[in-house]
């Protein structure tokens, strides 16, 4: 769906069609407060935005026993852009997605609290913590079962209904992702551009990729401080491996590369080993979609930008006097209020499991907490 450029002018500088107080003042039905079994704690504000759908706001982590540390000011889907595989059509899905948000049910939110109809808040578990066997001592034999907390909502646009989902783990962590659901498309294509769907070789499905893009504001314990650092490891090939560090000053396009990622950090926020808090961006899933030379947004996989209140889309940015796309935005300026757009992609083959209804396929990316603890957060 691509949204007309005068609604999206429009809807950018709107209010949100479901505004939260201000995040300082955030209460029910948008503040979010969870403690999780191992005593970790998150706490956040949501809002519905017509432009972006869900976002949350002020989030902070409390690992058990410590205190609070400010992660981020605000993160927001950023674009969702699909194009098919014969080169048209290119959808851009984003620019009016909240409110194309669907009402939820008890089913869609299983043991949860359903916010205004069309927010989800529950926790569920995430697998093991930690397993450590005591070389066989079963004296000594630990283990735990994690949990997360989740904030979902739903989308229908066209054929598809996208769940987009917020994962707070217990271990600090935070995933962004998307599911895609719904109906296929139905269009009709070429062998080489698609695949067999039903009876016969009669109706190929059109491929496509999903591309998508998130915006996080990070803001740890106050802004203005933040700073982005990629790492890299040479020698492969080489019994020995060397790391390397470079510090974004400036805005900057970074591409995905083998044992390639990215932090946040405050210099001046220190774990109880005196190291700097920070946390890690890795983008390795993606499927890195490059698109033509007026699809520019598409050529990178992760954009640092210094932070403008009306750079709010990585495509179909229509808001006044500001750039069209994320490309656009990294103009090499001086970075002291950093905002990072991580680009995921996903290749979507049809097969014949897709037939309606078609099973959700996930993509996204994981946030990991870097010497946010000085010990494993379950050690107590």
């Not at 759908?53 to 605000?74: C, M, N």
């Not at 066997?133 to 979902?152: C, I, M, P």
């Not at 983008?283 to 932070?307: A, C, I, L, M």
Request: charged share 25%; proline share 6%; with cysteine.
């Amino acid at each position: 769906m691509i949204l007309p450029l005068a609604l999206a002018a429009t809807l950018l500088t709107a209010p949100a069609a479901a505004p939260a107080p201000d995040a300082k003042e955030c209460s029910s039905p948008y503040l979010v407060e969870q403690t999780l079994p191992n005593g970790a704690r998150w706490r956040l504000c949501w809002e519905m935005r017509n432009i972006e759908g869900l976002a949350i706001t002020r989030v902070s982590y409390t690992p058990a026993g410590s205190k609070a540390v400010r992660v981020l000011r605000t993160a927001a889907l950023a674009q969702i852009h699909v194009p098919y595989d014969s080169g048209e059509p290119r959808f851009h899905d984003i620019g009016a997605l909240g409110p194309s948000a669907i009402a939820l049910t008890d089913a869609d939110c299983p043991d949860g609290e359903r916010r205004e109809q069309k927010v989800c808040v529950l926790t569920r578990p995430r697998g093991h913590a930690f397993l450590k066997d005591g070389y066989g001592d079963a004296a000594q034999r630990r283990s735990a079962q994690g949990r997360e907390l989740v904030v979902l909502s739903a989308y229908q646009v066209g054929w598809y209904t996208y769940i987009a989902e917020w994962i707070l783990g217990d271990d600090g962590s935070i995933t962004p992702r998307v599911g895609a659901t719904g109906s296929l498309a139905g269009f009709t294509t070429a062998p080489k551009h698609g695949w067999p769907i039903g009876v016969g070789r009669k109706h190929f499905e059109e491929s496509h990729s999903h591309n998508i893009f998130w915006r996080l504001d990070f803001d740890l314990n106050g802004k203005g401080r933040d700073v982005v650092e990629q790492y890299d490891f040479a020698g492969n090939g080489t019994k020995k491996r060397t790391m390397a560090r470079t510090v974004f000053k400036r805005e900057t396009k970074a591409l995905n590369q083998r044992m390639r990622w990215w932090r946040v950090v405050d210099p001046r926020v220190l774990n109880a080993d005196r190291h700097p808090v920070s946390w890690e961006i890795n983008n390795s899933d993606s499927s890195e979609y490059r698109g033509p030379k007026d699809e520019g947004f598409t050529h990178s996989d992760v954009y640092v930008t210094q932070y403008r209140a009306c750079e709010r889309l990585a495509s179909m940015n229509s808001a006044p006097r500001c750039k069209e796309s994320v490309d656009a935005y990294t103009g090499r300026e001086r970075l002291t209020d950093p905002v990072l757009w991580v680009n995921v992609g996903f290749h979507h083959v049809a097969r014949d499991e897709d037939a309606d209804p078609m099973p959700v396929h996930w993509q996204g990316f994981r946030v990991t907490p870097r010497d946010v603890t000085a010990k494993n957060p379950y050690a107590g």
